[in-house]
């Protein structure tokens, strides 16, 4: 099962995204780290099945089809509160990273509003930048993955070189348990534009650039744009597209009151 993890500095309505895509209860409050062990669930993602264009009956295996729509099921991991200096063990940073290994893919939650300070406090609506906020889970999860590769990196590059190992093959061998592949490896070290054939004389810099695209290769990363209906949000949002982000405007609060509602037959919502 595809496996998805919630990343975001403390208090940007993480936990209720969670909630409101897996109808979860986690503990959800004002104050930073609430979370404290990651809350895992299950939610889905639907498409248009096959079985209306090729007028079929479908049996699927691993989800479901109603209406001619397949809700197909994608693990969701709602991790410890992020903040800078995770990869070095601030915060709940060792912890969150850990949790995160199988993750294919990150959603960033932010405050579009900009009312959470840069530790995840309460502030006033709008005295925040989120664009200030956007870069530095990539940056402790590249620091986190070249922490691991560092790790015995001197012996191991001697041995690819001298008995000629296939580095795609062996990198990925090396780091499988964090869902990396070869084909993964492979694109990152094209654009990090590493010298491959001798990986002894990698520097460091030589090592976070390959760290880094080899998160993006891996592990990419979308917005969740939460508070979005809130007016400071609307100008931040078109200003987070501008910079390039993959940005979705959420409403965390409003869907998970729907999905409840919804639940008890109150109201009809999909």
Not at 207 to 218: D, I, Q, V
Not at 221 to 245: C, F, T, V, W
Request: hydrophobic letters at 40%; one cysteine or more.
């Amino acid at each position: 099962m595809l496996e998805l993890g919630l990343v975001g500095k403390p208090n940007t309505g993480k936990t209720t995204f969670f909630n409101a895509v897996t109808l979860a209860e986690a503990p959800v409050a004002s104050y930073p780290f609430t979370t404290i062990d990651a809350n895992i669930g299950v939610t889905y993602v639907r498409s248009k099945c096959p079985c209306r264009e090729f007028q079929i009956t479908c049996n699927p295996q691993n989800s479901r089809c109603i209406d001619g729509i397949r809700y197909v099921p994608v693990r969701i991991i709602d991790v410890a509160g992020l903040v800078e200096g995770a990869h070095v063990g601030r915060g709940l940073g060792n912890r969150f990273l850990d949790n995160l290994r199988m993750a294919a893919v990150l959603v960033h939650v932010i405050d579009a509003a900009g009312s959470t300070d840069a530790e995840g406090k309460p502030c006033p609506p709008g005295t925040n930048d989120p664009l200030d906020d956007t870069g530095f889970p990539e940056v402790e999860v590249a620091l986190w993955l070249r922490g691991l590769l560092v790790k015995d990196w001197p012996r191991f590059a001697r041995r690819a070189k001298y008995e000629e190992l296939d580095l795609v093959k062996t990198i990925a061998e090396r780091l499988s348990g964090l869902g990396i592949k070869e084909t993964h490896v492979s694109l990152a070290l094209k654009e990090a534009g590493v010298d491959r054939s001798d990986p002894e004389k990698w520097s460091d810099d030589d090592l976070l650039r390959f760290a880094s695209e080899l998160r993006k290769a891996s592990k990419p990363i979308m917005l969740a744009a939460n508070k979005a209906d809130r007016p400071e949000a609307e100008s931040n949002i078109e200003r987070l597209r501008q910079r390039g982000y993959l940005v979705v405007p959420t409403c965390s609060e409003a869907e998970l009151l729907l999905r409840r509602a919804a639940e008890k037959g109150l109201v009809r919502y999909e």
